[in-house]
């Protein structure tokens, strides 16, 4: 019975990530379905062996072992902020790129370490968090935008740094509105 809660522990994580992913594959991102998913899953799997996959090693040996569930847990945090690093990085264009994608990544990842520790209610929230996020998060940032006074652009600009230096002077002398 103990081994049936973990398989609808890992089906529910990769169900939550595969409708994450969803959300982000129908709005041409990368990183989508699958990523989401196995990522989920993964998490939860390694949540799962940390909690329960050392307690026959307790009886065998008769020690008083202490078994730490975090220390598989924060490695697989680790390992998810390194896939989310290479989805920043991993840009030729040299403008940085994909933060949204890493955070879904990591995100996601937690999500399956609830479903693995058996949280069901914690994973259904985050997964129903990240998906109002995705769907709010654009029109918000939106609205933010055209409410502030502030804006960021970049350049690409060819030439030396007289040129960047000229731009400069000229965008310092325009009048603001």
Known sequence: MQELDWCLRMLLAALCGGIIGFKRKSKAKTA??????????????????????FFDLLRIT????????????????????????????????????????????WVTGAIGLAYGSGLYSIGVTGAICVLIAEMLGKYIDQFALRRGREFS???LLDGGTKRLYEVIDQLNHQERP
């Open 32 to 53: 989508g379905i699958r990523t989401h998913a196995l990522i989920a899953l993964g998490a939860a799997l390694a949540m799962i062996v940390s909690k329960y996959g």
């Open 62 to 105: 008769h020690q008083t072992w202490s078994v730490d569930p975090s220390r598989i847990t924060a490695q697989v945090v680790s390992g998810i902020g390194f896939l989310g690093a290479g989805t920043i990085l991993n840009r030729h264009d040299h403008v940085i790129n994909g933060l949204t994608t890493a955070a879904g990544i």
């Open 153 to 155: 652009c970049f350049l």
